[in-house]
């Protein structure tokens, strides 16, 4: 085996490692010296070493060549174990082109760069491989703007609570959703993951004129990200999404 599979292989497996090579190789003449010094030097930026099964191999050579090309060469830093790791096992049960694939990818690619590293949350690897792809369309467009909510609700006054929320307008477009009916699940969940809000900013009394007490409110509210979900969203996901 060569030095440069050597090199590459104190990293990944021996056969990802001839995998990656071999790509290198069939470049023309004039670039296959340069890219494996490329390769070789790169390699080293991701840490323990992994053992994948056949299948895995050819598609995570190929990862790896276009994130480590995303990044200037003179701004590679090693990327944290904690966070390269894991990625790469999620990466197993996922195919390219997956909008869940290219988050965990924008991930590693902000991990081994040494201006992003500092938004390459670790917590950020499992908060992905819990999101479907219509939260990963949520959160993508929430990345490009605010949504309004307004609602009715009903008011109970001898519990003191509000009842029966009645949705008047909602801007988000959940057509586009592969499930729109699970939207309110959906923005329920990336809450609960501190990503999105309901952002209240208005409140006005339905009040009964005759008994002259309050029967309800309307409300205004703003879905929008919350500050770590700002910082997820900008490791995480593209900035043309």
């Known amino acids: 085996?060569?030095?440069?599979?050597?090199?590459?292989?104190?990293?990944?497996?021996?056969?990802?490692?001839?995998?990656?090579?071999?790509?290198?190789?069939?470049?023309?003449v004039s670039e296959t010296g340069?890219?494996?010094t490329d390769l070789?030097?790169?390699?080293?930026?991701?840490t323990a070493p992994i053992q994948i099964a056949a299948a895995y191999q050819d598609r995570l050579a190929e990862w790896i060549n276009r994130t480590i090309r995303k990044v200037p060469e003179e701004r590679l830093i090693k990327a944290p174990a904690r966070i390269a790791g894991p990625i790469f096992e999620e990466l197993r049960y996922l195919e390219d082109g997956d909008v869940i694939t290219e988050m965990f990818l924008n991930l590693l690619t902000?991990?081994?760069?040494?201006?992003?590293q500092k938004f390459a949350h670790p917590g950020f690897v499992k908060i992905i491989g819990h999101l479907s792809p219509d939260e990963a369309l949520v959160l993508s467009c929430l990345k490009k703007r605010t949504y309004d909510e307004h609602y009715e609700s009903l008011y109970d006054p001898e519990k003191n609570i509000f009842h029966s929320k009645k949705i008047i307008l909602q801007e988000f477009e959940k057509?586009?959703?592969?499930?729109?009916?699970?939207?309110?699940?959906?923005?329920?969940?990336?809450?609960?993951?501190?990503?999105?809000?309901f952002?209240?900013?208005?409140q006005t009394p339905i009040w009964d004129e005759q008994q002259g007490v309050q029967k309800g409110e309307i409300g205004k509210a703003k879905l929008e990200l919350t500050e770590f979900g700002s910082m997820f969203v900008s490791a995480c996901l593209p900035d043309a999404a």
Request: glycine share 2%; net charge negative; aromatic share 10%.
């Open 110 to 116: 902000k991990a081994i760069d040494k201006e992003e």
């Open 199 to 202: 952002n209240i900013y208005n």
């Open 40 to 46: 070789v030097k790169t390699a080293r930026i991701f």
């Open 175 to 197: 057509g586009d959703l592969i499930y729109p009916d699970n939207f309110y699940v959906y923005t329920s969940h990336l809450a609960s993951l501190d990503l999105v809000r």
């Open 1 to 28: 085996m060569s030095d440069e599979i050597k090199a590459i292989s104190e990293i990944l497996d021996s056969k990802t490692a001839q995998k990656v090579y071999d790509d290198g190789l069939k470049l023309s």
């Open 34 to 36: 340069c890219a494996i």
